[in-house]
């Protein structure tokens, strides 16, 4: 970019000679911005001496037609070459940065405005030599020369242009009296002597300007280095403890602020609640927790779970009222702290939290992948100071577990009794972790049934915990703490190995009964979960239509539908049949079903339970469903013969209760009293989840 005319990091070349090599850019450039600058004084000395013509050629001329359209071309074209000097040298200072291709459409604009101005006193010149009145004649050349004379100083910025624009002016008039009726070829003459006078004067015009505008240039710069050394020496020796200010500020910035997000961090938000602590002054704390964030790290990289906790501070920041404060706490954590009231403290701070998880309820498109996160809060009011927020942002912690635990994506407001629970969670939390290496961990297994025969086709693995000092915990309280804490593809293994290995060495067994194995969506997305199946099928020489694997319908979830269909589908490949568990009480989808390969649906025990109008109707309406889609059904939670019966006549194919057997070690079938009517063809009656059932990718 060309700089203006002072400014310290201007460069000027020495000027040359007109001629010579060509001009610096920056002097060009002047020079254009000059020319437009006087192009005002070019059009008003035209127009006035035009119109006087004009006039003088009306009274001459028999018609004044003539005279009168040359006036009217006159005013179109100075109002013409106005408007584009209005428009471009009155704003000239955008001729000194504006790009080279429009640096030469201005110099064109410029010149064909001056042709334009010349050809009409052409036009004026011959129609004066016509009308045959002398005074007419001699006027218009007396012009001529006058505004060629005009010329030299007026056009001394552009040398090309100026020299066309006076030759042309001089030597048509010349022409022009030469070739007239009565012309005098000695005043003729004088034409070219004057055209050669005028054109060397034009040229030392130019030059004198050139060198004015280098030595202005070189003049600027040398004051401009002077201030800039001065300016540097005051700087040096005024602004020290400025920078030193300044940097002990980003440094304590840096300090308080989480490098990724650039919220407040942990010290920060402490920082922050010191300079607001105020007698009587009350807050609202609220502990934010991300939901299954280890799933995206785990499943998509740490690059994306990084963009992703950016983009939720960026939503959580523009969604806090003013006054507050938000701080990453760690990790997938955020606490937000909003001075309140005490009697409202706790509905405005709940109404924030649903704010903030509000917030972030839009799907984040990360490298391509759309990905859906929630929150989990917790709320808890408390004074204004250090050690009270402290507290509190403990308290707010335990609730937002609380909510967590039932079910997440939801606020909760701390209680007195979270405390005892959270302790528990944090003491199985514990020994979860050394629950597999301490072989505390056991496998057993329950019958699923023909709903005909009653002869077992299936035996689903169902896990065990039982802690030396904690006794037997139950599976619904340690299988959801291990899917938080990530340990759940840790125990998976341990399932797969143990189950296989017991079910290899069962004499018993018929040779197409099946081993049904749980998988939570933690473990499907888990890099190498079907090699580790794969492995562990190989090693105990059980093949792969042998095994079943039993899924969520939180697989049918938008955040991990791609990475969970190709897990699966891979299964199918493998020969292993694909079960929906629970179905009817999560994400149910038809046409995500028809997407997946299913083979089969677990009716949950709930429904079997209850057997009241509508869970009846839920249960016929899933059995019609399986049958459009040529899948099976299984029924769990199966305790009496008056359930087995109803369910068979809803035309279930499968059952598993306890009726048929409870989980066992060595499992054993508990025989049924009854019976029921002759065998009939159903969905999987080939086999558990029937091959009729197996639906190619």
Request: charged letters at 20%.
């Amino acid at each position: 970019m060309t700089e203006a005319p002072g400014h310290p990091a201007a460069q000027v070349e020495p000027a040359a000679p007109a001629g010579a090599s060509p001009l610096p850019d920056k002097i060009e450039r002047w020079l254009l911005k000059t020319a437009y600058s006087n192009n005002f004084a070019n059009i008003g000395v035209n127009l006035v001496a035009g119109i006087a013509m004009t006039a003088l050629l009306a009274r001459a001329s028999q018609s004044a037609v003539p005279a009168i359209l040359l006036g009217i071309a006159l005013f179109l074209l100075s109002a013409g070459r106005f408007a584009l000097s209005c428009g471009v040298g009155l704003g000239c200072d955008d001729i000194l940065a504006t790009p080279a291709r429009r640096l030469s459409r201005l110099r064109l604009l410029y010149g064909t405005g001056l042709f334009l101005g010349a050809l009409w006193w052409v036009g004026m010149t011959a129609l004066a030599f016509e009308s045959g009145d002398d005074r007419v004649r001699y006027a218009v050349l007396i012009v001529l020369s006058a505004l060629a004379a005009g010329a030299t100083g007026i056009l001394a910025a552009q040398v090309q242009i100026g020299r066309f624009y006076i030759a042309l002016m001089l030597i048509q008039g010349s022409a022009q009296l030469a070739l007239s009726s009565d012309g005098d070829i000695v005043l003729a003459g004088l034409g070219p002597v004057f055209l050669v006078v005028m054109l060397i004067v034009h040229r030392n015009n130019h030059a004198i300007l050139v060198q004015s505008l280098d030595l202005r240039f070189r003049n600027d710069d040398l004051l401009a280095d002077l201030k800039t050394q001065k300016g540097a020496l005051t700087e040096l020796n005024t602004t020290l403890e400025g920078r030193v200010a300044l940097r002990t500020a980003d440094l304590k910035h840096a300090a308080e602020h989480d490098c990724l997000t650039q919220c407040l961090n942990r010290q920060g938000i402490l920082e922050w609640v010191d300079q607001q602590t105020s007698p009587g002054r009350f807050c609202t704390t609220i502990f934010l927790d991300l939901d299954r964030f280890k799933q995206i790290n785990d499943g998509l990289g740490h690059t994306v779970g990084d963009c992703v906790l950016t983009e939720v501070a960026r939503r959580l920041e523009a969604a806090m009222p003013e006054g507050a404060a938000l701080c990453r706490w760690g990790g997938d954590e955020f606490v937000a702290i909003a001075p309140s009231c005490e009697p409202e403290a706790i509905a405005t701070g709940a109404a924030l939290a649903d704010r903030l998880r509000s917030a972030i309820r839009e799907k984040i498109s990360v490298s391509g992948c759309e990905i859906h996160v929630s929150l989990s809060a917790g709320v808890a009011v408390c004074a204004l100071e250090a050690a009270a927020v402290s507290e509190a942002i403990r308290f707010a912690d335990l609730a937002a577990s609380e909510a967590k635990g039932r079910g997440r994506g939801a606020t909760v407001v701390f209680s007195e009794d979270f405390a005892a629970r959270q302790e528990r969670k944090a003491i199985l939390g514990q020994a979860l972790k050394g629950a597999v290496g301490n072989g505390e961990l056991s496998v057993v297994f329950q019958p699923i049934v023909d709903a005909v025969t009653q002869e077992p086709e299936a035996y689903e693995v169902l896990l065990r915990w039982t802690n030396p000092v904690l006794g037997r915990i139950s599976a619904e309280e340690f299988i959801p703490m291990a899917e938080e804490t990530g340990l759940i593809v840790e125990i998976g293994a341990f399932a797969i190995d143990a189950a296989f290995s017991r079910f290899s060495r069962w004499p018993q067994r018929k040779e197409s009964c099946r081993i049904a194995l749980n998988a939570s969506i933690q473990q499907l997305i888990a890099p190498g979960y079907v090699e580790t199946l794969r492995a562990a099928a190989r090693r105990y020489g059980i093949a792969p239509k042998a095994i079943v694997i039993e899924v969520t319908e939180s697989i049918f979830a938008d955040a991990y539908m791609d990475l969970t269909q190709n897990v699966l589908f891979r299964l199918q490949d493998l020969g292993i049949d694909i079960h929906i568990d629970d179905f009817g009480t999560g994400f149910s989808s038809l046409s995500r079903l028809h997407e997946m390969p299913v083979q089969a649906i677990k009716i949950d025990q709930s429904f079997v339970r209850r057997m009241d109008p509508q869970a009846v109707a839920i249960i016929e309406g899933s059995v019609s469903i399986a049958e459009k889609f040529g899948i099976a059904t299984v029924a769990e939670g199966v305790e009496t013969q008056a359930q087995a019966a109803q369910l068979r006549a809803m035309r279930v194919t499968y059952m598993q209760g306890y009726l048929f057997g409870r989980p066992e070690i060595a499992p054993t079938l508990t025989p049924a009293t009854e019976t029921a009517a002759a065998p009939r063809a159903a969905p999987g009656a080939e086999g558990f989840g029937g091959e009729q059932a197996r639906r190619s990718a």
